[in-house]
């Protein structure tokens, strides 16, 4: 039988954060075996905002290197970038065509990201970015699409335009699913545990970066946002501690039950110690390898060219098909 094919895509802008580490990257590797992996790094969309071109070049090397140093085998899984496979931005096009102002007007990003712009000037990039993003996934029809919490509202939308798609042209995409993880869904920010960990947060504080040094992590851990309680519990109410608690779920693979037992009787500050020790032991051989490929950018562009030209050979002919049912000479 054949396997699901599940895309994903992340952008390179910003620093990568234990958030995207947890939330979105281990669980892409957990399901090597099970799924048709397919990872994109989604610079197209990255541009949405203003980006410095040298920190742009270098963010999508440094995306690609993080995905491989993870653990995702470019054999098994495709992994590539956006703007190398022509069909994405083809794929967009098209799908604005049948995407109405209001849906794209009630995408919760797309109000967040401009809440602070005047009308006039929001970017048209940013509006029809959702429409990108569906391309992405609908090219290569995809089952799955697992995100984050923050991005399902997109991943309706794309099941949306699929179905309407297929109403008004005959039965052409697969519909897609969200996948969203339960637990640690949402790592919140280490200074403000009220908002989600982001790489556009105002204060470095707010994160943990995959690069970050031993001491940078350790220094964030001690100085994280907690209450004045004394008791290790998962309480999702003590939301600091909560918070930092889920992160060492995460990290350990430990179940609740085991770890409140290892922390019995001992305060906040033992706590966060091992916490940050155990962040730094996972993300070491992480940190590594993503050095060795950040050293070594021939070998990412061989992996990469090789990438794009697997995901072509899926893509090409869905943009020929929806090409086809809409009229156009192929
Ligand atoms: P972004 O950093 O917004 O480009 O998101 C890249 C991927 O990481 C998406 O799948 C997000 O949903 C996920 N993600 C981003 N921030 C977090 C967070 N704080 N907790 C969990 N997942 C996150
Ligand atoms: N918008 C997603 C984010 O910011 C990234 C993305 C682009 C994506 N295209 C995608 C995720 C397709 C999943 C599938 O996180």
Redesign the pocket.
């Known amino acids: 039988m054949r396997k699901p094919v599940s895309f994903?895509g992340?952008?390179p802008?910003?620093v990568?954060?234990i958030?995207?580490y947890?939330?979105?990257i281990t669980q892409w590797v957990e399901s090597q075996n099970k799924h048709q992996n397919i990872f994109c790094v989604v610079d197209l969309h990255a541009i949405t905002v203003p980006q410095n071109p040298k920190i742009l070049k270098e963010k999508i090397y440094e995306i690609a290197a993080i995905y491989l140093a993870a653990g995702i085998d470019p054999k098994e899984s495709i992994i590539f970038v956006q703007s190398q496979v022509p069909a994405h931005s083809e794929l967009a096009w098209i799908l604005n065509t049948i995407s109405k102002m209001g849906e794209l007007s009630r995408m919760t990003q797309f109000k967040d990201k401009t809440n602070k712009i005047k009308k006039e000037s929001i970017p048209a990039g940013l509006f029809t970015y959702p429409t990108l993003m569906a391309a992405d996934i609908l090219l290569y029809n995809a089952n799955l699409v697992?995100?984050?919490?923050?991005?399902k509202q997109h991943v309706e939308l794309t099941r949306v335009l699929a179905q309407r798609f297929n109403h008004r042209f005959g039965k052409t995409f697969v519909v897609p699913e969200p996948v969203i993880r339960t637990s640690?869904?949402?790592?919140?920010g280490l200074d403000n545990p009220e908002d989600?960990?982001?790489?556009s947060a105002a204060s470095p504080a707010n994160y943990i970066a995959l690069t970050d040094k031993p001491e940078v992590i350790r220094k964030k851990i001690m100085r994280a946002v907690t209450d004045s309680g004394t008791k290790i519990k998962f309480d999702k109410k003590r939301k600091g501690l909560y918070n930092l608690l889920t992160i060492y779920k995460l990290f350990s693979g430990k179940t609740e039950a085991q770890i409140e037992k290892r922390f019995k009787g001992k305060g906040y500050s033992d706590f966060k110690k091992e916490l940050a020790d155990l962040i730094i032991k996972k993300l070491a051989p992480v940190q590594k390898k993503i050095t060795h490929y950040m050293k070594n950018k021939k070998l990412l562009d061989r992996i990469l060219a090789d990438g794009a030209k697997r995901a072509e050979k899926i893509a090409n002919p869905t943009l020929k098909e929806v090409k086809q049912k809409i009229g156009l000479i192929v």
């Not at 697992?146 to 991005?151: F, K, N, R, S």
């Open positions: 994903s992340i952008q802008s910003g990568l954060h958030g995207n947890l939330g979105a697992p995100v984050g919490e923050d991005q640690g869904a949402r790592i919140m989600k960990m982001s790489k």
